[in-house]
């Protein structure tokens, strides 16, 4: 069995009013706690707001107190910072049938490239596609 290269992605039910947002942000800075990736999908009562942090166990414990959080397996995959480069990760996943939920992508340094964050209805196949098909990806160590 490989490694399990999939991060822990914290999703928080949040109520769709002015300050909420603000107030998550500072609170997560407050604890020294740095954001990686953020992504935040709404209705017009609340959002989901969905985060990558340095520190999963603590900004949950944070949030916790005023939001409902739950914390979910995604995997990143390493793309190169180019036009183009998302269709290969996609393509890979087309040809052996995974479904992705949803996505979102995030930049890194020059260096550091680019990255696409997905939830997938199975991560050890996922993981064994990217990595069958040269696609690199993030644990949570690397976050």
Excluded: H, W
């Amino acid at each position: 069995m490989g490694i399990n290269m999939a991060i822990k992605q914290l999703s928080v039910f949040v109520e769709n009013k002015p300050g909420t947002l603000l107030e998550i942000v500072k609170s997560l800075a407050d604890a020294e706690i740095n954001i990686r990736a953020m992504s935040i999908a709404d209705t017009k009562d609340f959002g989901i707001l969905r985060l990558i942090v340095s520190d999963t166990e603590k900004a949950k414990n944070i949030l916790s107190e005023d939001c409902v959080v739950t914390v979910t397996d995604v995997i990143a995959a390493e793309m190169s910072d180019k036009a183009g480069a998302l269709s290969a990760v996609l393509t890979a996943f087309g040809k052996s049938n995974i479904n992705i939920e949803y996505m979102y992508a995030f930049t890194a340094s020059t260096e550091l490239g680019a990255y696409v964050v997905l939830r997938v209805d199975d991560n050890a196949a996922a993981e064994k596609v990217l990595k069958d098909n040269g696609i690199a990806t993030l644990d949570n160590a690397a976050i």
